[in-house]
Nanobody
Framework: QVQLVESGGGLVQPGGSLRLSCAAS????????MGWYRQAPGKERELVAT???????NFADSVKGRFTISRDNAKNTVYLKMNSLKPEDTAVYYC???????????????WGQGTQVTVSS
């Protein structure tokens, strides 16, 4: 079964940086939009950033100018570089992707297992 495998979370001080990575666990026929969402305790899951296969990006207002998203289509991997981190960025970060596993299957939406990011001094 195809999985999205995330890495790079952890504990960082305010003002610090982290880079999250998310890779598909096997070869994929085609991937459309990839993105990152986050969910803080007691809050709903929210969009952080997305990137299309052509490289067009979209960011939540709360992270604009601090976070960047990129992808390596050859590696089926998406990255989230987070700079100037704030305590309010603390959340579980989830990778998301619209993937067509093989040429005879339609696109389906997949989620990673989540990685914890904690911003605290």
């Amino acid at each position: 079964q195809v999985q999205l495998v995330e890495s790079g979370g952890g504990l960082v001080q305010p003002g610090g940086s982290l880079r999250l990575s998310c890779a598909a666990s096997e070869s994929i026929f085609r991937i459309n939009v990839m993105g990152w969402y986050r969910q803080a305790p007691g809050k709903e899951r929210e969009l952080v950033a997305t990137i299309t296969s052509g490289g067009s990006t979209n960011f939540a207002d709360s992270v604009k100018g601090r976070f960047t998203i990129s992808r390596d289509n050859a590696k089926n991997t998406v990255y989230l570089k987070m700079n100037s981190l704030k305590p309010e960025d603390t959340a579980v970060y989830y990778c998301n992707a619209d993937m067509r596993i093989t040429s005879w299957l339609p696109f389906s939406n997949y989620w990673g297992q989540g990685t914890q990011v904690t911003v605290s001094s």
